[in-house]
């Protein structure tokens, strides 16, 4: 009886959207990409525009209607709600959006994400992916030519922060086999090192890995953020000292503040020596690497054994594209994290069951990273993606030339990349250094300055305490777009917004 | 000398891709949205059409030019390339790919992915993401009201096997707060439970995770592929009597080659007197809660302390869109994840920071993965969603029904859901079920066919061994857009692929 039932059902015509009407979906497409071109390709690029238009929380909910229903609407209605939800998002976009390690918009590589989704594949096999397995490779090796390695290993990750993990995940894999069937009761207690102007996802990771956040030793950093490998050699001595077994050392080029380089020469020296694993975590500062100019930052880079790297920041890929590099040539990243699972890799197929490059990962589903930067790189060439790197340099020197010739800014320190700190000081702090609340009214004013440009819409940059330091604006240079006019513009509107301070 | 230089370089016109001009980002981006709309949207879902254009690798290769060099290209060669990609790409939005537990292609998704990549931002903050905050915890809350729950807490995840992961990390630390600070090692030894027919995610978050494989007890299942709550209970003795903690059971709804669907009730009454933390990894399954006339198959699962529900499979919101539900009200997911980055999550803010959800995840930066969901939902409403859902069981059970009236098909087994599991035997292996060879022989036939279908590009279906069975082919009914026309295709394609062997 059910079965009659279901096979009745299915002589209904098929519940494809839109009632199945084909014209109906593309139409829809085009208007959706019609609004997508207006709305942020256009205005949302356009400085005349704003960057956000805020909203309370509350009053934003009852814009957007977000509530799920039984009934469906109609396109007209979908529409709006499209031209709601980007009215109401913040314009990554938008030459006045400082406030992350990303920014601007590459049409290259929006091209290659709306070819991306339109497709729909998982990373996994050749089967379902043939054109994004083999570009994902060729992809990887051009990033690890530029770490200076002709052969090696890796994937993209969802972040860096898992790319970070996956490193140490590695790591330890390779030093104790035995962890991957065993667990890490079976194993010594270990210890990995890092600076304490890592990023946090040292810390998340090693907490998710079960390694817990006390395995982490926090190296000392020198007055510009930097490693300072005397204390690594320190904290390794002492580490095993308590029994613990030092395993890996991230270091990190281009810190998420102060967009500092550790010195790599030097502590690959000192994993050299101790034999230890080195990751870099280049998610910020990888993309230099495609400067002449100024990869001399990340020297010895070819030396760790792992990098993580972000081309979604400096480059404009797009979220997500952060790419797990190795140096490896010995099928780690399987052999740590395979399972052969019968029905995904199956051994008996009809062609070189190498390509099928998901058991690599810890996920099983993986979205296709490579083709957004990919399209972007075979548009720019090498040499276009190095000219934007070099003129993010050039207008963060520029800022910071500006920012010196006017009253009531101060730069936290002179900066080696695109991350220009510096404080705002407000008329009435001005020449009060030594006043004793100085500090602590100077920390209350990037708050303020945050609240208003955003209220305004006019601006945003992005503020944080830094150890002893109150709060800072933290200015990243990272849109291929900015010209100096955005620069002075920046340094205007801060003084336009603190002139009654 | 140096800061001259800079200096003098960005004088330069800003390097946006195209040389600047906004006109040419603009036709560019359109003449690859008229390739999408052309060669995906349309010729993608068209029967008529090829689902793939099968090549060798090495060939694939040479065809796409993958190389990246130092020049860049013209607009023209880009679009060509846009092109080549799709052309070489397999269609998943095609009517006769059911080769994995995702497929098909809505309309309204899709735009909700194309003004995803446009915005491109992350999902950390309520800062950047007003909208986006807002409205996954809105998609959450519904998803939640479905499993059962008026409460609770949850995260986009990308993909199952994080969410998976995230269940375990969860577990452990309501367990065992410590072990974010002190690892494992500091715990005593810990068993979880899951069934033999469990998604492979579960061995590999094990390893990951540092708790080991072997931490892993697998479930004994029945012949329909479903846990045995007795067995469980057998093994939580056994793991108990060896000085293990058993702490969590990862129940499965919706197993990935049977469609099976664990006996929940029964596992929840057991997770209960044990006082075990239940998962459900329900992401294949999950979208059945949308049915009335089916969601009885998860009967059990508000239950669950944790479920994952994956809507990019059944529900075609476009990989990837994986939720990790939660029944906790405690802030469990901050808790355990939270660092307090100061330069992301400062707490002077002018909001309200409990909309920085960023903290509730490992990730740093962390895609958009509400706004496919939401938009399509908007569009279909939960009648239309449910209809879906309906209609592919239905679809499923007409395929049954029709393999069954057909020589040369034979049923693995009755399916529950939409997985159909069956094997063809070609003309010269019927009636031969005696012979001694029977099994190894029928075990080389879906490979050969799977072969065929891909080089002619007509048709794409899973096949794997399992347990003691030879491989059999595992037909998924997922794409809405199927009609009854599609399974009897799928049939007729099988005898003439295989009318030789």
């Not at 019609?34 to 704003?50: L, P």
């Not at 002449?292 to 594209?321: E, F, M, Y």
């Not at 709060?471 to 849109?479: K, P, S």
């Amino acid at each position: 009886m059910q079965i009659k039932y279901f096979v009745l059902m299915a002589d209904s015509k098929p519940v494809f959207s839109l009632d199945g009407d084909p014209m109906a979906a593309e139409a829809l497409l085009r208007d959706v990409f019609g609004i997508v071109v207006d709305e942020v390709i256009r205005k949302g690029t356009s400085a005349s525009e704003k960057v956000c238009e805020w909203k309370e929380p509350e009053e934003l909910k009852q814009l957007l209607d977000l509530e799920l229903r039984s009934q469906g609407e109609a396109s007209e209605q979908i529409l709006a709600r499209c031209r709601e939800v980007i009215r109401y998002s913040v314009k990554t976009c938008h030459p006045h959006f400082f406030n992350q390690l990303f920014s601007g918009l590459d049409p290259h590589a929006l091209a290659g994400r709306i070819v991306t989704e339109s497709l729909n594949t998982s990373q996994y096999t050749y089967e379902i992916a043939p054109v994004f397995v083999l570009m994902e490779e060729e992809v990887l090796k051009k990033l690890r030519a530029l770490v200076g390695w002709s052969s090696g290993d890796g994937v993209f990750c969802p972040g860096g922060s898992i790319s970070n993990m996956y490193a140490v995940n590695l790591a330890r894999y390779q030093r104790y086999p035995d962890c991957k069937q065993r667990g890490l009761r079976a194993l010594p207690p270990l210890a990995l090192f890092t600076s304490k102007e890592c990023h946090y996802s040292i810390k998340k990771g090693a907490a998710f890995l079960g390694l817990g956040t006390d395995s982490v030793r926090v190296v000392k950093t020198d007055e510009r953020g930097k490693m300072i490998p005397e204390d690594l050699e320190r904290l390794i001595s002492l580490a095993e000292a308590e029994g613990a077994v030092p395993f890996l050392v991230s270091a990190t080029s281009g810190t998420t503040v102060l967009g500092a380089f550790d010195p790599l020469e030097a502590i690959a020296d000192v994993c050299q020596r101790h034999g230890l694993w080195l990751h870099v975590d280049a998610a910020w500062g990888g993309s230099v690497l495609l400067s002449q100019t100024h990869r001399h930052l990340l020297d010895g880079i070819q030396r760790a054994d792992s990098v993580a790297w972000n081309p979604h920041k400096l480059l404009t890929a797009g979220l997500q594209c952060s790419a797990l590099l190795l140096r490896d040539t010995s099928n780690l990243l399987k052999r740590c994290h395979g399972s052969q699972a019968s029905y995904l890799f199956q051994q008996d197929k009809f062609y070189d069951v190498a390509l099928d490059t998901g058991d690599k990962v810890v996920q099983c589903g993986r979205r296709v990273d490579c083709l957004k930067l990919w399209l972007m790189w075979k548009a720019q060439g090498g040499q276009g993606l190095e000219r934007r790197v070099n003129q993010a340099f050039a207008l963060a020197w520029y800022l910071v030339e500006e920012l010196k010739k006017r009253e009531g800014f101060e730069l936290v320190m002179e900066p080696e990349f695109v991350n220009v700190c510096f404080w705002f000081v407000p008329p009435s702090l001005r020449g009060k250094k030594e006043s004793p609340d100085y500090g602590e009214r100077l920390s209350k004013v990037a708050p303020v300055l945050k609240e208003r440009m955003v209220k305004e819409g006019s601006m945003m940059i992005g503020y944080q305490p830094h150890g002893t330091r109150g709060n800072f604006f933290r200015m990243v240079v990272a849109n291929p777009a900015l010209t100096r006019a955005d620069m002075d513009f920046l340094l205007d509107e801060l003084e336009r917004l603190g002139q009654d301070l």
